[in-house]
């Protein structure tokens, strides 16, 4: 088992940043792929970022590339979201997720979850 627990959410002015991080525990060793996904109200979770622990190739989905960023501290067992330039539109619970394949965004390829973040994003 893998245990993800999330930190750094908030509120923050359009044109914001914000830092978040997952932490994970447990069999960590297993994991391959660190995601990170989020859902806004009466929407379905969405893909954000994905990032391999070996190798550190990234993956974004298109409405994010250049304002997020996806890293990881390997020692530490943690895997960041930097958010800059933050919309209004970004406002969500935002989840890392840990998967033991070389998924990208497929969500039923994760089979660890965290219990989210709000990220609220004021106009």
């Known amino acids: 088992q893998v245990q993800l627990v999330e930190s750094g959410g908030g509120l923050v002015q359009a044109g914001g940043s914000l830092r978040l991080s997952c932490a994970a525990s447990?069999?960590?060793?297993?994991?391959?792929?660190m995601g990170w996904f989020r859902q806004a109200p009466g929407k379905e979770r969405e893909f954000v970022a994905a990032?391999?622990?070996?190798?550190?190739?990234?993956f974004y989905v298109d409405s994010v590339k250049g304002r997020f960023t996806i890293s990881r501290d390997n020692a530490k067992n943690t895997v960041y979201l930097q958010m800059n330039s933050l919309k209004p539109e970004d406002t969500a619970v935002y989840y890392c997720?840990?998967?033991?394949?070389?998924?990208?965004?497929?969500?039923?390829?994760?089979?660890?979850w965290g219990q989210g973040t709000q990220v609220t994003v004021s106009s």
């Open positions: 997720a840990a998967s033991r394949l070389l998924v990208g965004s497929r969500q039923n390829g994760y089979q660890y």
């Open positions: 447990g069999r960590t060793f297993s994991s391959v792929t």
């Open positions: 990032i391999r622990w070996s190798g550190g190739s990234t």
